[in-house]
């Protein structure tokens, strides 16, 4: 589940790639790796091989480019934990394995989406960033719902605590080196997160 996947949107999955998502594909990266303000509407223009005015033909601005990018990112993560809830009835041990899985490959596809949520998301204004943050409370829910099946009479505070503790372990994928393996590095992270939240 790239950045291209998610904002092409299901009706789009079979077709080409669009302009407008190359040009969002090379905004994230500029934004992931020099910060939002460290980047301007010329220079993501300059990247893409069109002037910055050109842009406007495509996003509104920065904060639109941003929106563009972890709106359907929220979104997918939500309807991606909810499928997978549903595809092992009454074996929550199984719901978290899935998800676990779900999330490691999420992870490794989107580092500069990762980066993102976690160093910009407070640029957007309020309206976008308060459905982000609605999406995401949303997904932490499925996670609560299957750990306090597997740890009966854990209350869902705790269960919340193990969740983000999950995804901090799960997430640290943007500053790892490349001195392990894409397979490998997913086994560890399998691994460590199933360990954690099972203890």
């Known amino acids: 589940m790239t950045v291209e996947q998610q904002t ?10 669009s302009r407008k998502d190359e040009i969002l594909e090379i905004a994230v990266g500029l934004f992931a790796a020099r910060g939002y303000h460290g980047v301007s509407m010329d220079d993501i223009g300059a990247a893409a091989g069109v002037t910055g005015p050109a842009l406007y033909h495509h996003f509104a601005g920065k904060e639109a480019m941003l929106a563009a990018a972890l709106i359907p990112v ?32 999420f992870a490794l ?10 160093h910009e998301l407070d640029r957007l204004p309020e309206e976008p ?61 399998r691994d460590a997160t199933l360990a954690a939240l099972l203890a």
Do not use: C, K
């Not at 997918?76 to 899935?98: I, K, M, T, Y």
């Open 74 to 105: 929220s979104e997918g993560l939500l309807a991606g934990g909810r499928e997978r809830a549903v595809g092992h009835p009454d074996d929550p041990r199984g719901v978290l394995e899935s998800l676990i899985d779900f999330h490691v490959e």
């Open 8 to 17: 092409r949107g299901a009706a789009g999955a079979g077709r080409r790639r």
């Open 129 to 189: 960033r308060r459905r982000i943050r609605r999406l995401q409370r949303l997904y932490v829910e499925e996670w609560v719902t299957v750990l306090t099946a597997l740890h009966p009479g854990m209350p869902d505070g705790e269960a919340r605590v193990l969740a983000h503790s999950a995804f901090g372990l799960m997430n640290s994928t943007p500053f790892l080196g490349g001195e392990v393996d894409r397979r490998r590095r997913a086994e560890l992270l």
């Open 109 to 118: 596809a989107n580092p500069a989406v990762i980066a993102l949520h976690l």
